[in-house]
T-cell receptor, first 113, second 113 residues
Framework: AQSVTQLDSQVPVFEEAPVELRCNYSSSVSVYLFWYVQYPNQGLQLLLKYLSGSTLVKGINGFEAEFNKSQTSFHLRKPSVHISDTAEYFCAVSNTNAGKSTFGDGTTLTVKP | DAEITQSPRHKITETGRQVTLACHQTWNHNNMFWYRQDLGHGLRLIHYSYGVHDTNKGEVSDGYSVSRSNTEDLPLTLESAASSQTSVYFC????????????FGQGTRLTVV
């Protein structure tokens, strides 16, 4: 079995400040990790994913995430946020070949002017 | 462009009625999923399918059913709608691999009165 814990349900931050959204996972086997973003009244879309190789993964809109196997974490970061980054962010893990992911409960990022 | 569409986008129904939510994808993906999204619970998996005539129960499958007669469609049926099933429902599809991200529809907001 696998599980995902997003450590912060809400993260308020001022525009142009850095932000980190935290994600821990548990799994007894190797995993693939994903971050998705959901803008208001829309479906989820992929920000970035870790499959193998370099532990630092770069995604769209200036976001990046670092895979840390020893700490079973996959935290999402952005050095300078914009108002338009206000959204819900979901961390997800998959450890099978079939493609079923387990999602965290989400983190609401609110960027204030 | 390939896409995944859900219909209707909004629906109000009465307790006890049967309701079917449609999901259609043109990605030619084998995997399809139905999730519900509620405040404080993130995304919870209802049912999923790994191919035609294959269906599997997720973590919150009671009161829901699906059938997969072709690659493109996975309709979700609420046999007898209950107020507890008021939620936003998302359909997603992916390739047959844990390495593949999911592509989400825009969601269906269902209200059971």
């Amino acid at each position: 079995a696998q599980s995902v814990t997003q450590l912060d349900s809400q993260v308020p931050v001022f525009e142009e400040a850095p932000v980190e959204l935290r994600c821990n996972y548990s799994s007894s086997v190797s995993v693939y990790l994903f971050w998705y973003v959901q803008y208001p009244n829309q479906g989820l879309q992929l920000l970035l994913k870790y499959l193998s190789g370099s532990t630092l993964v770069k995604g769209i809109n200036g976001f990046e995430a670092e895979f840390n196997k020893s700490q079973t974490s996959f935290h999402l970061r952005k050095p300078s946020v914009h108002i338009s980054d206000t959204a819900e962010y979901f961390c997800a893990v998959s450890n099978t070949n079939a493609g079923k992911s387990t999602f965290g409960d989400g983190t609401t990022l609110t960027v204030k002017p | 462009d390939a896409e995944i569409t859900q219909s209707p986008r909004h629906k109000i129904t009465e307790t006890g009625r049967q309701v079917t939510l449609a999901c259609h994808q043109t990605w030619n993906h084998n995997n399809m999923f139905w999730y519900r999204q509620d405040l404080g619970h993130g995304l919870r998996l209802i049912h999923y399918s790994y191919g035609v005539h294959d269906t599997n129960k997720g973590e919150v499958s009671d009161g829901y059913s699906v059938s997969r007669s072709n690659t493109e469609d996975l309709p979700l049926t609420l046999e007898s709608a209950a107020s507890s099933q008021t939620s936003v429902y998302f359909c997603a599809s992916s390739e047959s691999s844990g390495r593949s991200e999911a592509f989400f529809g825009q969601g269906t907001r269902l209200t059971v009165v």
